[in-house]
């Protein structure tokens, strides 16, 4: 049995922005139980060279709807990376989800043929679709999610793997 890109791209997606959202929630609230100024959280990094929380959800934001519009040629929507407080995040996450969520499977017939150039500072690097997909754009979405979530761990946030792993239907034995 083939995966399709679109099996591969629009429900993973969806299902790391949930948790995202989820994520800003459980980090909203432990800042109200803890009395801790929300900034403490938004500009925690974990380590000096590596981007904030800010960032790391922008990142994952990015990262989600430029894999989608690339692999099905629709344009992006653009955001302008000025978010400063859990909300405007959420709204961030929600707009990412609500452009991913738009996008019919048909969209991505032919997409397999497709080449995918990045440009990056240093170089550029010209793909095909599915080694985009499961070589760059899946792996980057993960690493964000998951610096995401150790920022919170590293902050005392009480997330875990079930929070990582987010929802999912378990079949009854």
Known sequence: ????????????????????????????????????????????????????FVAQVQRVSDTAKFAVARLTGVESPKFDDNETTFDQLRDRIANTEAFIAGILEDRFDG??????????????????????????????????????????RAQGVDVGKKDYLGPYEMEKI
């Open 1 to 52: 049995m083939s995966i399709s890109l679109y099996r591969a791209t629009i429900p993973v997606y969806l299902r790391g922005l949930t948790v995202m959202a989820d994520y800003l929630k459980t980090a909203r609230a432990h800042c109200g139980a803890k009395s801790l100024d929300p900034q403490t959280i938004l500009k925690a990094k974990l380590a000096p060279d590596m981007l904030d």
């Open 111 to 152: 997409a397999e043929s497709r080449q995918i150039t990045l440009k990056f500072k240093e170089y550029q690097t010209t793909m095909d679709a599915v080694d985009y997909l499961f070589k760059f754009a899946l792996p980057n979405f993960y690493f964000h999610v998951t610096t995401t979530h150790d920022i919170l």
